[in-house]
Nanobody
């Protein structure tokens, strides 16, 4: 069965960095767009970043563009989110996600993703 296990969250100070990692199994990883979403308390889940199956195209929410970098390693079945210059507003649970079908284009809508990791907490303190 499809499994996504996201790790790497933690507590960091403003301006610090974290790298999230998502290990995928149960599907042909190299055929799927992968995405990262986040959800803060009291807010809806929001799009953070996405990367196509080859890694040639990436997409970012305006709030993180220039600070976060999504990447993937298809030999390791992993997708990463490098987060730099972290701000308190980045505090949230971060989830990796994959669509149900292969070769789907990247989407910013959480409803288009059929598989989700368990989430990893990122807390940015002042």
């Amino acid at each position: 069965q499809v499994q996504l296990e996201d790790t790497g969250g933690g507590l960091v100070q403003v301006g610090g960095s974290l790298r999230l990692s998502c290990a995928a199994s149960g599907f042909t990883f190299s055929r799927y767009t992968m995405g990262w979403f986040r959800q803060a308390p009291g807010k809806e889940r929001e799009f953070v970043a996405a990367i196509d199956w080859t890694g040639s195209s990436t997409y970012y929410a305006a709030s993180v563009k220039g600070r976060f970098t999504i990447s993937r390693d298809n030999t390791e079945n992993r997708v990463y989110l490098q987060m730099n210059s972290l701000k308190p507003e980045d505090t949230a649970i971060y989830y990796c996600a994959a669509p149900t079908n292969p070769y789907q284009g990247s989407s910013q809508n959480s409803e288009d993703y059929g598989y989700w990791g368990q989430g990893t907490q990122v807390t940015v303190s002042s």
